[in-house]
């Protein structure tokens, strides 16, 4: 079962960076119209972060200004890149890929199994 593989998750300090990366395991066939996101899960699921084919983007108002989601060149492989983090980022970040843009659903088809980032004060 094909799924995304994310990692660059770690521990850092208030004000630090990460970059979380996230590539399928095999191929996926999420068409020509797609959108990828990063999702954190709390006491809910939470959208952090998406981009469609069209390179429009999408934030959480909480992280806007300080993470910025990209794709490489051949579209295969997604980043987050996360300024200047908070306590509050704390979380297991997750990867989701789908042939239509589920930002506002979050009901992605393809998920991974997260990344741990902890942000200490």
């Known amino acids: 079962q094909v799924r995304m593989v994310e990692s660059g998750g770690g521990s850092v300090q208030t004000g630090e960076s990460l970059r979380l990366s996230c590539a399928p395991s095999?191929?996926?066939?999420?068409?020509?119209?797609?959108?990828m996101a990063w999702y954190h899960h709390g006491r809910e699921r939470v959208g952090v972060a998406a981009i469609d084919?069209?390179?429009?983007?999408y934030y959480a108002d909480s992280v806007k200004g300080r993470f910025t989601i990209s794709q490489s060149n051949d579209k295969n492989t997604l980043y987050l890149q996360m300024n200047n983090l908070e306590p509050e980022d704390t979380a297991t970040y997750y990867c989701?890929?789908?042939?239509?843009?589920?930002?506002?659903?979050?009901?992605?088809?393809?998920w991974g199994q997260g990344t741990q980032v902890t942000v200490s004060s």
């Open positions: 084919s069209d390179r429009r983007t």
């Open positions: 095999g191929a996926i066939d999420i068409g020509s119209t797609y959108c």
């Open positions: 989701a890929a789908d042939a239509a843009n589920r930002w506002y659903t979050g009901t992605y088809r393809f």
